[in-house]
């Protein structure tokens, strides 16, 4: 017998090539999934709700995983925490109903990108978890850029790659607010899906717009697009992060802690 947890991860992404295994290069499923074999004596993958590329963070990755059945929330909650490497923590531990997946049950995710305009975002405590960008950014021309992504759109021309079944997501949220003590601003942004890279191609494309390297009406004129052939660079890793993931409360056997947020209930 066995049992579904989701655990809430948090890590540094600086040192690792994305979530996801790869052939070669450190990953954070691989360092998870070690720890789980040395728990369980056995093989456990470990599916995340998101697949954060090379050097993006998280505050809120929800990871999914079967234990065998002695196993409680908090006895895993203490174990994955004292054998995880110190990029990786794990901020709660949850019990899900039997068949629940971190990707496939998420009705939303949100993610946050952090950009330093003042010159101080060039310090090493600083511009390995933003982008430093250094230079004013014009706050009304981002906010009518996002104004133009939210609802359902398709997003090819903010797709890294352009083999996917589709490429429409719902956009419930997507906002730009300035950071404290004038670090910057930052970008806010939930949808019901993303495609690869999709949030960096967005961030690079406003931040044209409000470095006015580009006219506000190139954002429209971009959904309407079948390629990224003049999609703007993609912004930076460092300064994206996963937030959190939204999953309906009824997968669930006991009611979710909200501190830490991987965990919101519908």
Sequence with gaps: MSRTFLATLQYNGTGFVGWQRQP????????VERVL??????????HAAGRTDAGVHAI?????????????????????N???PRDCWVAAVHPAQSGFHARKSALSRRYRYDIGLDGASGSPFRSPFEWALGRPLELELLQAAAQVIRGEHDFRAFAAKVDKPHYRCGIMQADWERRPEGRGVSFQVEADRFLQRMVRMLVGTMTDIGLGRR????????L???DNGTTSAPAPPQGLYFVSVVYPPELFTEP???PHAAVQPA
């Design 215 to 222: 006219p506000l009406s190139d954002m429209a004129a971009l």
């Design 60 to 80: 809120g990755q929800g990871v999914s995983f079967t234990a065998p059945a002695n196993w409680t929330d908090s006895a895993l909650h203490r174990a994955l």
């Design 82 to 84: 004292a054998l995880l």
């Design 24 to 31: 070669a290069g450190r990953s954070v499923q691989a360092e």
């Design 256 to 258: 979710a802690e909200e």
């Design 224 to 226: 309407e697009r079948q």
């Design 37 to 46: 074999e040395r728990l369980f004596a056995r093989r456990t993958i470990a």
